[in-house]
Structures are given as structure tokens and as C-alpha cells.
């Protein structure tokens, strides 16, 4: 069965500092996506990025990056330079073209000033 | 702007209650989802609709009902609400396979049964 892991449940940085939220997938499918979402205090999930199984190069928007290896099924997210803005609950999220979507446990960023 | 709204931002039911919870999109999207989300357990799908009248279960179906009459609404209702469906309620939309996994989210409902 697929599933999501995240085993960060808290972090807290102080700004600017760099963070990188981790991601563990499993899956026996060949065919599928990776997603993060962001759930600031406000409560609406944000979608942040989609990445299909087949491109594993690495994506950079502005302060965050993400790393995606599928030799070690893990979809990670860096954010450089951190701000308070930043501070959210972060979902890593698996789906498969049907558009069902499969979530993980998320993490609790709090970046302090 | 694209939008997914929910009824009710806070709402108290008591035991045993029917309680409906609506969810709206103007996005015109085929797909639309409810989800509860509990601490340390992420969100878990409850149900989804792929299109009018159509709806599967998901992770977590039981004591739980959905109902899609038009496109753009999509309600969830509790039969008889108990304490353990004390959670919140998220609402989410997304096109059908072109934008796959790519959801739309209302700013959910807190529901607290006593």
C-alpha cells in the first residue's frame, strides 16, 4: 500500500536559517506524483509543486528547492534563508493519475524572529 | 481568483445530531473532495466525486455520507454525529486528469461534537 511518511512532526529554526523538511514515500507503482503543500495559520492547504516519477531533476522557486531521489524514495524541501512567513504546517503528498491523493502526516514549521 | 468555500468556519453539534457540511467551488471542477484532518494523522479522505451524483469512498467513509447534486457543491453529512468525529473538515476541488493531484482547499470547518 502506499503510504507517506514525514518524520519531522515539529521544527523550529530562527530566521534565515535553512531548513529541509523531510519526505519517505512507498509505492509499487511506476507511474506516479509527488506534491507539497502548505497549511499557514490561516488553515487553507496551498499546493506548492508537482513532480511526476520520471523527472527527478531538482527544483529551485526562488528560497525553496526541492530534492527528489527515487533511489531512496524520499522528496524532500529546502527552504534557504527562512522568514516568519514561512512558519506553516508542510504536507508531502503521493497520487497516481486517478487524482486520488495520498497525504503524509505533515510537519509544523515555526520560524522564529 | 479561484475559490472553494465552506459553510461554516466553526460549528458545535451535539451527540447524535445530523450535521450537514456544505462545500462550493466556482472553478468549475470536476473533482471535489472532503478530507478530516487530525493531528499527527494528516488529512484522510473521507469521500470524492468525480463528477454530478458521482461519489466513492475513501480512506475513512464510515459515518459519514456525501451528497452531489450540482457541479459546484459537494456536502458531507453526518448521519448521527459522535464524539470521535470531533475533527476538521476540509473541502477541496481539482480538475480531472489534466492538473492531476493539483487541489484547490476551502478553509475548512472545525466541528466539535459534545
Known amino acids: 500500500a502506499q503510504k507517506v511518511t514525514q518524520a519531522q512532526t515539529e521544527i523550529s529554526v530562527v530566521e534565515k536559517e535553512d531548513v529541509t523538511l523531510d519526505c519517505v514515500y512507498e509505492?509499487?507503482?511506476?507511474?506516479?506524483?509527488l506534491f507539497w503543500y502548505k497549511q499557514p495559520p490561516s488553515g487553507e492547504l496551498v499546493f506548492l509543486i508537482r513532480?511526476?516519477?520520471?523527472?527527478?531533476q531538482n527544483e529551485i522557486s526562488g528560497r525553496y528547492s526541492w530534492n527528489f531521489q527515487k533511489s531512496t524514495s524520499s522528496f524532500n524541501f529546502t527552504i534557504t534563508a527562512s522568514q516568519v512567513v514561512d512558519s506553516a504546517v508542510y504536507f508531502c503528498?503521493?497520487?497516481?493519475?486517478?487524482?486520488?491523493?495520498?497525504f503524509g502526516p505533515g510537519t509544523s514549521l515555526s520560524v522564529i524572529p | 481568483d479561484v475559490k472553494v468555500t465552506q459553510s461554516s468556519r466553526y460549528l458545535v453539534k451535539r451527540t447524535g445530531e445530523k450535521v450537514f457540511l456544505e462545500c462550493v467551488q466556482d472553478?468549475?471542477?470536476?473533482?471535489m473532495f472532503w478530507y478530516r484532518q487530525d493531528p499527527g494523522l494528516g488529512l484522510r479522505l473521507i469521500y470524492f466525486?468525480?463528477?454530478?451524483?458521482?461519489?466513492e469512498k475513501g480512506d475513512i467513509p464510515e459515518g459519514y455520507s456525501v451528497s452531489r447534486e450540482k457541479k459546484e457543491r459537494f456536502s458531507l453529512i453526518l448521519e448521527s454525529a459522535s464524539t470521535n468525529q470531533t475533527s476538521m473538515y476540509l473541502c477541496?476541488?481539482?480538475?480531472?486528469?489534466?492538473?492531476?493531484?493539483?487541489?484547490?482547499f476551502g478553509p475548512g470547518t472545525r466541528l466539535t461534537v459534545t
Open positions: 503528498a503521493w497520487g497516481t493519475s486517478y487524482d486520488k491523493v495520498i
Open positions: 509505492t509499487r507503482d511506476t507511474t506516479y506524483y
Open positions: 513532480r511526476n516519477s520520471f523527472d527527478e
Open positions: 472553478m468549475d471542477h470536476e473533482n
Open positions: 466525486s468525480y463528477d454530478v451524483k458521482m461519489k
Open positions: 477541496a476541488s481539482s480538475l480531472r486528469g489534466t492538473d492531476i493531484g493539483k487541489q484547490y
